[in-house]
């Protein structure tokens, strides 16, 4: 399946860069062998993670809990035990989750190849190297301060095209009794809910535990646990260890059995997909266009990078969505890609409420709400597309 011409999905930019702004053919494949859904096309991974990079993790209140108790669970699970245990992040980003590992004085490391935000963890006190993971790295790292006892990594490794480096790398890294832990969007959630939003440049792979286990087995290694999340619209936490050195979970069992019934591994299942897409684009134009005709402000809310999917899929401008509210400083001032959408402080949504507000953020549905009390006072209703296209009451 195709999503068109797709831009970078974090590539903000100013009126001056439009004329050469970067288009690919975001296209969509399934993979029988493996049980992957990937991208046939992406751009260089230098495109997309470099010195500019808009994505901070550390803007959302929730996911530093989120990762303060993934942190937490590492130590009390996986560390305690461990005579000055090492740890290695990949795709550290700002050190989010490191942090939490540094103010225990626990030896760690991160790996964050966007410049910007492995400076901004370096300035946090998190021991950074800015580099992108692979088997070479993983050598200096070894070579350096030794082999890890856990490696982890959040909503990255979906992000890399070269994925049998890394796990190779992880092997490499990993100390015989080490185990890997991480955590990205799951397929079988973005099947089920339609949120083919999750769908952009800088997700490579959508994973299952078919696929992952068939990839790490590659390096004798195995998924030993599952743990689902709700971060991101629907999100998968696998933790894996050399063959035989861990004993599978039920709750594993339980996720295999569960891919079954969904059909995961039927290309049938992909075709639905592609059919509940098409029908979600049809009837999101259909809302925002009677919005327009009625003479209704329509603002979108929190530039994200999954909203570059939406905007471009769905061939959405600021003809029908006038701007896109966002806390995010580098984002504030320039333009969406593709469809070039004024991105305006936060500040200027309260200033004046529009009639809509698109909710591109709605994986954070919950954190949203809290904080938005004076929107729904003033008879703001809200937009959203997953499951499917409505206007919240």
């Known amino acids: 399946m195709t999503f068109g011409q797709q831009p970078i999905a974090n590539g903000f930019l100013k009126p001056e860069q439009f004329k050469t702004e970067y288009y690919f053919e975001m296209a969509c494949a399934f993979c029988e062998k493996c049980g992957c859904f990937q991208l ?3 751009p260089s991974p230098e495109q997309m993670f470099n010195e500019n990079y808009a994505f901070f993790s550390g803007t959302s209140k929730h996911m530093a809990h989120h990762f303060a108790e993934f942190a937490a669970h590492v130590q009390q699970d996986y560390l305690s035990g461990a005579n000055d245990p090492f740890v290695v992040e990949m795709g550290s980003n700002d050190g989010i989750m490191l942090k939490n590992f540094a103010a225990k004085n626990m030896r760690h490391l991160g790996v964050e190849p966007s410049k910007n935000v492995a400076e901004a963890a370096m ?5 950074t190297i800015n580099q ?3 088997e070479e790295t993983a050598k200096q790292i070894v070579a350096k301060y030794g082999q890890a006892d856990a490696f982890i990594a959040a909503n990255c490794m979906c992000h890399i095209p070269t994925l049998h480096s890394v796990v190779k790398g992880i092997e490499l890294l990993l100390k015989p009794d080490g185990v890997a832990l991480f955590e990205d969007p799951y397929l079988g959630d973005v099947v089920d809910k339609t949120s083919y939003d999750q769908i952009y440049d800088e997700h490579t792979f959508l994973f299952s535990v078919q696929s992952i286990n068939y990839l790490f087995g590659k390096c004798g290694m195995e998924i030993f646990d599952v743990e689902p999340q709700t971060t991101h619209g629907g999100s998968m936490r696998y933790v894996i260890a050399r063959k035989g050195k861990r004993t599978a979970t039920e709750r594993l069992k339980q996720q295999i059995a569960k891919e079954e019934e969904l059909g995961l591994h039927l290309k049938e299942t992909y075709e639905r997909f592609r059919q509940n ?5 049809k009837d999101l134009r259909e809302l925002l266009t009677q919005l327009k005709n009625e003479g209704k402000r329509v603002v979108g809310y929190a530039a994200t990078s999954k ?3 939406i905007l471009n899929y769905c061939n959405i401008g600021p003809d029908l969505i006038e701007s896109i509210c966002d806390t995010t400083p580098i984002k504030q001032g320039k333009f969406s890609p593709g469809k070039h959408i004024p991105i305006v402080a936060y500040e200027e949504f309260k200033k004046s409420y529009p009639a809509y507000a698109f909710l591109f953020a709605w994986n954070h549905f919950k954190e949203v709400m809290e904080k938005e009390d004076a929107f ?3 008879q703001g209703k809200w937009i959203v597309h997953v499951p499917q ?3 919240l009451s």
Do not use: D, H, R
């Open 40 to 42: 046939l096309e992406q």
């Open 389 to 391: 296209v409505k206007v």
């Open 277 to 281: 897409c098409e029908k979600s684009k």
């Open 307 to 309: 909203s570059t999917t």
């Open 132 to 134: 992108f993971f692979n």
């Open 123 to 127: 300035k946090a006190g998190v021991n």
């Open 376 to 378: 729904k006072a003033s």
